[in-house]
């Protein structure tokens, strides 16, 4: 059996990776400051700091056969080099060789300095854009290098890197740092994906990967290919650890028992009974699967991923059920205050009539009901219970927590997914996500779930059109409102909330409200719908609302979950600019449940930038959420969208989960087959590879119960 590296040369690769930059030579503190703030502390940091083109120098081009417009290296004698006084004051020189010659020039540096530096007959390679000025060719600010007696042009010719800029530091002094870094640590470099693992996919070592990706060894026309196919190893490295950390932390759940659910039915069978409608193929697959899940004794690891609208409280409320009727309970957390009491709202709604008991926990619920709420799940009198992160206080103790549910909306929270499942004994887990995640995305934040969707919308489901608006609209948009109403339709006029902000966008959506109720639709019905009302008055203005009695309701983003009113056909979006595509396409599904055409109309600021625009305009040519959420992506970047911050993942140096997706399938593949015969990493010659993941992961996955 080949052996891995050695836990001592991990050790070794390590203490190098981490050794400050200042230990460069020629890096004194304030160089260092500034490298810092780059992001460049050590070299370790230097090496993920990779490239951002090429220069390729090999191919040496006669001054004759230079080509405007095209970026060249050059070799030739300075025949003259001067300070000429113009409009402005510039450096003026030659150099030539046997095929001819090229003018260079300088607008600005040390004139003097690099009078000395290039004396008249001494010989020069260089590097530069070549222009085309008055038919003679220059190149404007050349990069030169003195050639010693003792250079041949092939100690020139070679593959530059050119690096992103370093506020203070010379570029060349930047590219001279790296070198020197990247050659010091390349030795020490370790590979953990397994030697006959990595021989499979014909990768080469990280050490050569790393070499060869700062500093390519051959130029031309493979240059490209071979940069491409070195940094393509480096980001497998990087996505192996990540996908085998998944796995870990899913296989670590599996061994462990958990509960055998019993479910009998009955619940279930009267809740499905009651409905109005029948479950949709899609709802009756997924239901399958996690009942599946329920009833084996593994803790089910699973993830619910369906498009707005597509019933996934439903599903939900059935795998709360069937929890209930085999005597378990279950905990609903939602990311905010105002989602978890609709979710409340919606399953009370749902089950009519069926016995179940729940309770609503966040942190303004009063306190006697919050006390109430405490005694009935530690007594088990309650089934079902429904809250913020309040519900993973200290405090609240379950008699019998069987399945917990996470509704996590467009956020991502593995820390709080682990602090509730904590609260009972293994329970089954149940993630729902309301933004569609792009295939490669749900395998890197859930890459420790199994994944169950909702491919399909309830029958019925009208196309709605989508435009944008200016404000200097907003007369023409109001007009558009009482038409919809006057042909017996109603409207939501929402103000999306930001989160940071809630309390000062509240104010300000009541105010409008008031406004538009007083000023602008004075003989119209208007409601308002906050998450700051009191439950009662919610529930009576969205009762008014479903009952046709309010016609235009103003809402905050409290109804992003929970109403369902298929003769409202307008939705218009204040502010629609601040809020993600996502988010906003959750909003829009608020209509088009009817038979009648539906629209949605985002208002936009006057100052709306280009790209602003560009991004608004992905919601009127598609309603696909798939779509939706991959523009979002690109747009604002995983970061944002996933909230990694939160998200408990480690960041990634290299790789780029948009560009490099596909080579997340093939990490996973690489980290199955090391699972495969040493399940829990426990053999020695894994011994560098388990380390390295415990140090990347820093506890975030829980690691430490594996093995
Ligand atoms: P999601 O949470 O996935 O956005 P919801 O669970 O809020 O979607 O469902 C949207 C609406 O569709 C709700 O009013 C719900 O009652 C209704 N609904 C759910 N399943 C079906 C179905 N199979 N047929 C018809 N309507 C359904
Ligand atoms: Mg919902």
Request: with cysteine; glycine share 8%; proline share 5%.
């Amino acid at each position: 059996m080949p052996g891995g590296p050695t836990l001592d040369a991990y050790r070794r690769m390590v203490a190098v990776l981490d050794t400050p930059l200042v230990t460069v030579k020629g890096v004194g503190p304030k160089v260092f400051e500034r490298l810092t703030r780059k992001g460049l502390r050590t070299f370790g940091d230097a090496l993920a700091f990779l490239p951002l083109r090429y220069e390729d120098r090999t191919r040496l081009v006669p001054l004759a056969k230079l080509i405007p417009g095209e970026t060249a290296a050059f070799l030739g004698t300075v025949t003259s080099l001067a300070v000429r006084q113009g409009r402005r004051r510039t450096l003026e020189g030659v150099v030539a060789d046997a095929s001819g010659n090229l003018a260079l020039k300088w607008f600005h540096g040390n004139f003097g300095w690099l009078q000395n530096r290039y004396p008249v007959g001494c010989r020069v390679a260089g590097s530069g854009v070549v222009q085309a000025f008055l038919g003679r060719k220059e190149v404007v600010h050349p990069d030169l290098e003195v050639l010693d007696e003792a250079d041949t042009p092939a100690s020139f010719e070679r593959v530059v890197p050119v690096y992103s800029e370093v506020e203070g530091v010379h570029p060349r002094a930047l590219r001279r740092i790296l070198e020197a870094a990247v050659q010091a640590a390349v030795p020490s470099l370790v590979d953990l994906v397994p030697g006959e693992l990595a021989a499979g996919l014909s990768l080469p070592t990280v050490a050569e990967a790393y070499r060869e990706v700062h500093a390519p060894s051959v130029g031309g026309e493979g240059l490209e290919r071979r940069v491409a196919a070195h940094r393509r190893a480096l980001v497998i490295e990087e996505f192996f650890c990540l996908q085998l950390g998944l796995l870990l932390k899913k296989e670590g759940a599996g061994p462990r028992s958990g509960i055998a659910f019993r479910p009998d039915f009955r619940l279930v069978k009267a809740l499905l009974k009651s409905l109005p409608f029948e479950l949709t193929p899609a709802q009756r697959r997924v239901l399958g699967e996690i009942r599946r899940d329920l009833e084996s004794p593994r803790p089910m690891h699973r993830l619910l991923q369906g498009d707005v609208g597509s019933g996934k409280t439903l599903v939900a409320l059935v795998s709360a059920l069937l929890a209930a009727e085999s005597g378990y309970q279950t905990a609903l957390m939602a990311p905010t205050e105002i989602l978890a009491e609709q979710h409340a709202l919606s399953l009370r709604r749902l089950c009519g009539t069926v016995p179940v008991r729940f309770a609503l926990l966040t942190s303004s619920t009063p306190r006697a009901e919050r006390e109430a709420a405490l005694a009935g799940l530690a007594g088990g009198d309650i089934h079902v219970a429904v809250g913020t992160h309040a519900l993973i206080q200290d405090a609240v103790e379950f008699a019998r927590l069987g399945l917990v549910i996470v509704d996590e909306q467009h956020r991502f929270g593995v820390l709080h997914r682990a602090g509730l499942v904590r609260k009972g004994e293994n329970p089954d887990l149940l993630v729902m996500t309301a933004t569609p995640i792009p295939r490669s995305l749900s395998m890197t934040v859930y890459g420790d779930l199994d994944l169950s969707v909702i491919d399909e919308l309830p029958p019925g489901r009208q196309p709605i059109l989508t435009r944008i608006a200016r404000e200097k609209h907003r007369q023409g948009v109001y007009d558009f409102v009482r038409r919809e109403v006057a042909q017996g339709r109603q409207a939501y006029v929402v103000y999306p909330l930001v989160e940071e902000s809630e309390k000062v966008d509240l104010a300000a959506a009541t105010t409008m409200a008031e406004r538009l109720a007083r000023d602008v639709f004075p003989d119209l019905r208007v409601g308002l719908l906050h998450g700051r009302l009191r439950a009662e008055e919610k529930e009576r203005t969205m009762a008014a609302f479903a009952a046709g009695e309010v016609q235009v309701l103003v809402a905050t983003t409290v109804i992003e979950v929970g109403i369902d009113v298929p003769n409202a056909t307008l939705m218009v979006i204040e502010h629609a600019e601040r809020f993600g595509l996502s988010q906003l396409h959750q909003l829009r599904g608020r209509v088009g449940r009817g038979t009648h055409r539906s629209y949605c109309v985002l208002l936009a600021s006057e100052r709306l930038s280009r790209d602003g625009w560009e991004r608004l305009r992905v919601l009127s040519q598609t309603e696909d959420g798939f779509r939706v959420a991959e523009e979002d992506l690109k747009i604002r970047g995983p970061g944002d969208l996933l909230g990694t911050r939160q998200s408990g993942l480690p960041d990634f140096r290299i790789g780029n989960i948009l560009r490099d997706g596909p080579l997340l399938q093939t990490a996973r593949d690489l980290a199955h087959a090391v699972l495969r015969d040493d399940a829990h990493l426990t053999q020695e010659r894994h011994a560098a590879l388990r380390r390295a993941l415990l140090d990347r992961w820093a506890g975030r996955l829980e690691l430490a119960q594996v093995g």
